[in-house]
Structure formats: structure tokens, C-alpha cells
């Protein structure tokens, strides 16, 4: 028979179904059918109202019970709508004719399924261009991330192909001001701002597209910028150099013999052309300093961190270390000095110089008055294990400046 062969009666059927009393047993049908429940059984309601349970004895024909829980059977409410002719097919179409059609919960997880899966065609595309790209795509749909920075399929979509956009277009060359290059490519010069999704989700991209290591930090959002191409507050990052050549500038400093600092916004767009086969570096700015004074034009050349390595303290060394140098590391003996070592060791390859267990333990040995006790949370030592262990073993700090002759020395060029 055709579909309007016993029509519902819905004047009726309002009247006897449709008030606002009976509306919580109007969801609880719903909700069984969404879930491809048989409509047979009670469902209950606790604390019913007065309104409530005169509409459900009205529904019925008599009193669904006493009690303060409303209990009614939904055999009974469909053999009630059959018999009367209100609505001949029963429960379940009276229900539709009053809610709207029933799409089970089952075909709708199916079909956002399928709108999620949608959502990740930017990323399959992709991939299929940059096939460095392929592994961190399939990452991105498995791991949770972007659905925690979109929450919605079609939010996804806009996030995922903003992304692709950005990292089309990287590496940058020549270097460009994230600011302008957002502007250019997402239409906001914040668009790639701290804590936006399409800065989180374009520096999870740009790990895998650089292969720059992991971390946290404004320091280190900076260096994975700028190891794409996109230099934020390029001029305030610096680093100390010494007797370095390969630019008109670096080439007139070393004539003289006197410090140079080289901002990230200069070793973007003019980096050194060539690099001495050795280059040493030191973490404080005493020891270039010492050098300079010492030795001036003759020193060998040096590279200052100043601490945890800086933007520009990267780029400058990953792009000597391209050009063909090694490296030797010296920095002061405590936990703070360890970490910032470890922290120069994942960017760039080195050797340690005078940065060894024996070396702590003859500064120690040499030291003129009595070293400072060690503080802060005990770090590793991987190039020297054993150096760790001394320090732990004496407690006791060296800075670089307690063993700056003997550091002089291997400078003399």
C-alpha cells in the first residue's frame, strides 16, 4: 500500500500527544528510535507533575499509577493510537508526524564520519605533492589534534587548507617577516600569531617539512620559524661572534680584531658565504670578550651564546655547519650549563672542549677560592656521561670565567 494509505489524524493526535506535559515522553520514543529500540516496554519519569501525570491518564484511559515516578508503557500508548484511529500505523508514525523524521544515530555517526573524512582533503593533497609531508599528514588524521583546534568538520576544512596554503609556500626564499607573509597568504598579519590553530597546526607541519627538532618556548617557535623562512621579531634576536668572515661586515670586524653582533634579520638575507673549518663556541660573553682583548685579530674564531642558543645563535651555526664546519663546545660547569650543551647538541653536531669530566675535576682541583654549591634540577651529560656524575659526586659549580686562561690559550690563533 502507498505511504498515506492510513493517514494520521493530526488535529487529534496534537490534542491527545502533543502538549507540553507529554513532551518528555514524546523525546523518550524519539530517542529509542534513533537507537533502533523496539518501542515496547515502560518508560519512566521520576517526580512527575500533577499536569503530568492528567496528561498521561487522559494518553490512557486511567490512572498510570501512583507513586512519585510516572511509569507508562508504550505497548499500551500504541494499542491506544491504533484503536482509536488517530494514528493506524501506531507509536512510530505518530511520533514523526509530530517531531520531524527519525534519523538513526547509527546513519548519522556514518554521515559526520564522512564529512570528518572530507575535511582532511587538503592534507591528502597535499601530501601527494610534498611526500615529506605523507607521514605527519597521516599523524594529523589520527592523532586528535585538529579536531581539538576546529571541533567542527567544516572549521576543520578552513584550518586544514590554510595550513596546506603555509606550507605550500615553504620553505621561504629569501627569508620574509612571518607578519607579511600571513598577510599575504592567509589575508591577516596575525593570522600566524602565537595560540592561533594555523600557527600550531603550521609548526607541526613545518617539523616535519625542516626536520627541526621538537620543543617549546617563545625561543624555540622562533627558531622553527626561521628554520622555514619566516623570521619573527627578526632584529632583537642576536648573537655574539668573533673573527667570523664570509660578509663585507664580518670581513671589516675581523681586521680589527673586535665583537660582532649579527641579528637574525642579517643572517637571513645576507648569511656568511664561508666558514673556517673550526669553529669554537662558549657560552658567556666574558670569554669573547677576554679573546678579543687577548688576542684581537689573531683569535680564532668564536661564536657566543649567551645562554640558551638564540634565533639568530641557530641559524648562524646551522649554516656554518652547512658550509662545512665543526664545532667545539665549552660551556660552564653546572645544570643550567649541561642543559643549554644538550639543548645545542639536537640543533647541531659538536665536540666538547675542556667540557669533559677530567676537565671539571681539574678545575676543581685548581680552583682559588671556594666554587659556589650547585643548584636547580640535576641534567644528563650524553657527550660525557661521567660529567654528570662528577658534578653530582662534588656539588660544587665552575663557570667559565674560573678557567678562562686555559680557554685563551686554545684561542690563540
Not at 19 to 28: M, N, T, V, Y
Not at 129 to 140: D, T
Not at 283 to 296: F, K, R
Amino acid at each position: 500500500m502507498g505511504v498515506n494509505a492510513y493517514p494520521v489524524d493530526e488535529d487529534r493526535l496534537r490534542r491527545l500527544l502533543g502538549g507540553p506535559d507529554l513532551a518528555w515522553l514524546l523525546e523518550r520514543v524519539r530517542r529509542r528510535l534513533e537507537r533502533g529500540q523496539r518501542l515496547t516496554g515502560p518508560v519512566s519519569l521520576a517526580a512527575a507533575t500533577p499536569a503530568q501525570r492528567a496528561a498521561a491518564e487522559r494518553l490512557l484511559g486511567r490512572a498510570p499509577g501512583g507513586g512519585r515516578v510516572l511509569t507508562v508503557r508504550l505497548d499500551a500508548v500504541d494499542a491506544v493510537l491504533v484503536r482509536s484511529g488517530i494514528s493506524p500505523e501506531g507509536l512510530t508514525a505518530a511520533v514523526t508526524a509530530l517531531t520531524g523524521p527519525v534519523v538513526p544515530l547509527e546513519e548519522v555517526r556514518r554521515s559526520e564520519d564522512q564529512v570528518w573524512a572530507e575535511a582532511y582533503d587538503p592534507l591528502t593533497a597535499l601530501a601527494g605533492e610534498i611526500p615529506r609531508l605523507a607521514q605527519w599528514s597521516g599523524r594529523m588524521r589520527d592523532d586528535g589534534l585538529v579536531r581539538r583546534l576546529a571541533r567542527t568538520p567544516e572549521a576543520a576544512r578552513l584550518l586544514l587548507d590554510q595550513a596546506a596554503r603555509v606550507l605550500r609556500a615553504l620553505p621561504a626564499e629569501p627569508p620574509r617577516s612571518l607578519s607579511v607573509f600571513a598577510a599575504d597568504f592567509l589575508g591577516s598579519a596575525h593570522a600566524l600569531d602565537d595560540g592561533t590553530p594555523s600557527a600550531t597546526l603550521c609548526l607541526s607541519g613545518i617539523r616535519a617539512l625542516t626536520g627541526h627538532p621538537d620543543g617549546a618556548g617563545a625561543a624555540w617557535r622562533r627558531a622553527a620559524w626561521a628554520s622555514a623562512g619566516l623570521l619573527r621579531d627578526d632584529v632583537s634576536s642576536t648573537v655574539l661572534t668573533l673573527n667570523l668572515r664570509g660578509t663585507p661586515a664580518l670581513d671589516w670586524m675581523a681586521d680589527v680584531g673586535d665583537p660582532c653582533v649579527l641579528t637574525l634579520r642579517q643572517l637571513a638575507h645576507r648569511p656568511p658565504l664561508t666558514t673556517p673549518p673550526v669553529v669554537h663556541i662558549c657560552e658567556n660573553p666574558a670569554v669573547l670578550s677576554a679573546a678579543a682583548d687577548t688576542h684581537g685579530p689573531d683569535a680564532l674564531p668564536l661564536v657566543c651564546l649567551q645562554g640558551q642558543p638564540s634565533a639568530a645563535a641557530l641559524a648562524l651555526l646551522a649554516r656554518l655547519h652547512d658550509l662545512g664546519a665543526t664545532f667545539r663546545y665549552h660551556g660552564d660547569f653546572d645544570w643550567g650549563g649541561l642543559r643549554i650543551a644538550v639543548t645545542l647538541r639536537r640543533h647541531i653536531p659538536w665536540q666538547p672542549w675542556r667540557y669533559s669530566a677530567v676537565d671539571y675535576q681539574a678545575a676543581v682541583a685548581a680552583a682559588r677560592r671556594a666554587p659556589q654549591p650547585l643548584t636547580g634540577a640535576v641534567a644528563p651529560s650524553p657527550w660525557d656521561p661521567d660529567l654528570a656524575l662528577a658534578l653530582t659526586e662534588h656539588g660544587v659549580r665552575v663557570e667559565e670565567e674560573a678557567v678562562l686562561d686555559a680557554l685563551l690559550a686554545d684561542l690563540a690563533g
